[in-house]
Nanobody
Framework: QVQLVESGGGLVQPGGSLRLSCAASGSIFIISAMRWYRQAPGKLRELVATVTSAGTPVYADSVKGRFTISRDNVKNTVYLQMNSLKPEDTAVYYC???????????????WGQGTQVTVSS
């Protein structure tokens, strides 16, 4: 059983910072890409950032220069450092991992439960 557990959300003022963490645990053989998504009320879920197994990051235009994604392959953890936060960053943030549980098995997507980020004065 694989679990992704997020932490670090909360309420922050505009211009502030938060750091999200997502730890994958359970029977994991290998993790490929890890991603952060977000979903605001009444909107579709959108991809925020991706980090490959080699550590290469890719960002949505809306967060470039403000957010930094990183990962620790020993801890099976992905992070999202969010700086210069804006009210429009308010959403539930979900982590996602593409992984295989045993050698030779096809990779599947796993999701965390989500963590609320609210940017408001």
């Amino acid at each position: 059983q694989v679990q992704l557990v997020e932490s670090g959300g909360g309420l922050v003022q505009p211009g502030g910072s938060l750091r999200l963490s997502c730890a994958a645990s359970g029977s994991i053989f290998i993790i490929s890409a890890m991603r952060w998504y977000r979903q605001a009320p009444g909107k579709l879920r959108e991809l925020v950032a991706t980090v490959t197994s080699a550590g290469t990051p890719v960002y949505a235009d809306s967060v470039k220069g403000r957010f930094t994604i990183s990962r620790d392959n020993v801890k099976n953890t992905v992070y999202l450092q969010m700086n210069s936060l804006k009210p429009e960053d308010t959403a539930v943030y979900y982590c996602n991992a593409l992984l295989a549980v045993t050698p030779g098995r096809v990779m599947n997507n796993y999701w965390g439960q989500g963590t609320q980020v609210t940017v408001s004065s």
